[in-house]
């Protein structure tokens, strides 16, 4: 699942529309976090108020505003609301994921009776009763788990999976952008883990000598504090790894 990426802390919202109420906000909306396919959007109201909007950016529409009287609201009033306009997003981006997941699971689950119409009977018919001996050895059935690790976790499979059920264009494209977001984060941290754990192993198997290596980053962003915490979100966990400040 995505996370949810802010710019500014919830206890510094009100602090900071008051800072640019009068320069950026009078001319633009700023966006103050983000999470998949949602944005949070701080906006000066018509009122000179304190507007918090929530936006699809993929169907480019709004799904909830709220604004603040900033003369008789607190600090902590607005920072709940921010929290809970987070909250919101990441619930309804883990509703999107979740529908576009499940229909390629479903995707799955068809191609494989497909190719076993001839066993669709006997199938049913194991499943129709409890046998928890032999659930414990079956090898037919994948669970959860499994299915995850196997077929859905390969991009190759997947991404010729949704070119073999879908016909229109629009749709092919954003399953196709979808599968690989979410199994390239599924994978990440799997991925990070493995290669650290084996980067250890073979230096102490070798007894290498570890050196220490620079690398210029480039990052987009708005300013440095939003790029050097781009930054750590994918260097954090590894202590061998140090950001400069």
Same mark, same amino acid.
């Given at each position: 699942?995505? =996370? %949810?990426?802010?710019?500014?802390?919830?206890?510094?919202?009100?602090?900071?529309?008051? $800072?640019?109420?009068?320069?950026?906000?009078?001319?633009?909306?700023?966006?103050?976090?983000?999470? &998949?396919? #949602?944005?949070?959007?701080?906006?000066?109201?018509?009122?000179?108020?304190?507007?918090?909007?929530?936006?699809?950016?993929?169907?480019?529409?709004?799904?909830?505003?709220?604004?603040?009287?900033?003369?008789? *609201?607190?600090?902590?009033?607005?920072?709940? &609301?921010?929290?809970?306009?987070?909250?919101?997003?990441?619930?309804?981006?883990?509703?999107?994921?979740? @529908?576009?997941?499940?229909?390629?699971? =479903?995707?799955?689950?068809?191609?494989?009776?497909?190719?076993?119409?001839?066993?669709?009977?006997?199938?049913?018919?194991?499943?129709?009763?409890?046998?928890?001996?032999? *659930?414990?050895?079956? %090898?037919?059935?994948?669970?959860?788990?499994?299915?995850?690790? &196997?077929? #859905?976790?390969?991009?190759?499979?997947?991404?010729?999976?949704?070119?073999?059920?879908?016909?229109?264009?629009?749709?092919?494209?954003?399953?196709?952008?979808?599968?690989?977001?979410?199994?390239? $984060?599924?994978? @990440?941290?799997?991925?990070? $883990? =493995?290669?650290?754990?084996?980067?250890?192993?073979?230096?102490?198997? $070798?007894?290498?000598?570890?050196? %220490?290596?620079?690398?210029?980053?480039?990052?987009?962003?708005?300013?440095?504090?939003?790029?050097?915490?781009?930054?750590?979100?994918?260097?954090? &966990?590894?202590?061998?790894?140090?950001?400069?400040?």
């Amino acid at each position: 699942m995505s =996370k %949810t990426f802010k710019y500014i802390q919830y206890d510094d919202a009100l602090k900071t529309f008051k $800072e640019f109420r009068d320069t950026i906000l009078s001319e633009r909306p700023v966006v103050i976090a983000r999470h &998949g396919d #949602y944005s949070l959007l701080m906006e000066k109201a018509v009122d000179g108020n304190l507007g918090l909007k929530i936006l699809n950016d993929e169907k480019k529409s709004v799904v909830s505003e709220r604004t603040y009287e900033v003369e008789s *609201i607190t600090d902590d009033l607005v920072s709940r &609301g921010v929290r809970h306009a987070c909250q919101k997003m990441s619930e309804l981006s883990d509703e999107d994921v979740n @529908s576009k997941r499940f229909q390629i699971w =479903k995707w799955y689950i068809l191609d494989w009776q497909k190719s076993h119409e001839d066993q669709s009977e006997e199938m049913m018919n194991r499943e129709i009763e409890w046998d928890e001996e032999r *659930i414990k050895t079956e %090898t037919d059935l994948m669970d959860m788990e499994k299915f995850l690790h &196997g077929d #859905y976790l390969n991009l190759g499979n997947t991404l010729m999976l949704i070119d073999k059920f879908l016909t229109d264009p629009a749709h092919k494209e954003l399953f196709r952008k979808f599968a690989v977001a979410d199994i390239m $984060e599924m994978t @990440s941290e799997d991925t990070k $883990e =493995k290669s650290l754990e084996e980067a250890e192993r073979r230096s102490q198997e $070798e007894e290498l000598k570890l050196h %220490t290596y620079q690398f210029t980053v480039s990052v987009e962003a708005t300013d440095k504090d939003h790029a050097r915490q781009a930054l750590l979100r994918y260097l954090a &966990g590894d202590d061998r790894i140090s950001v400069q400040k």
